[in-house]
């Protein structure tokens, strides 16, 4: 399985990005996909997940209410909507999945300025 982030770059604080994790290979071992971000010399932190039937959806309290994934059941993409963002979002945002979390994109670099 591969994953693939788009669609990061740089936006005002308020506005609005949507990323991408594009799965392909043998999609029947993701039971969901994880987003997780890091930021400049902090951990890495979860961002939100979401089924990959997408019957349910999980987010971090840093992003609840902000933060939206969907999946259209006819297509291997997840997408993570964020709106209202904040300077603190910035961060290089990972898409993940598989058994034990092995697989990871390679990250998409979201920039929020004040």
């Known amino acids: 399985v591969q994953l693939e982030e788009s669609g990061g770059g740089l936006v005002q604080a308020g506005g609005s990005l949507r990323l991408s994790c594009a799965a392909s290979g043998d999609t029947s071992s993701l039971y969901g996909i994880a987003w997780y971000r890091q930021a400049p010399g902090k951990e890495r932190e979860f961002v939100g997940a979401i089924s990959w039937q997408a019957t349910n959806t999980y987010f971090a309290d840093s992003v609840k209410g902000r933060f939206t994934l969907f999946k259209r059941s006819t297509e291997n993409t997840v997408y993570l909507q964020m709106d209202s963002l904040k300077p603190e979002d910035t961060a290089i945002y990972y898409c993940?999945?598989?058994?034990?979390?092995?697989?990871w994109g390679q990250g998409t670099q979201v920039t929020v300025s004040s």
């Open positions: 993940n999945g598989g058994p034990n979390n092995m697989y």
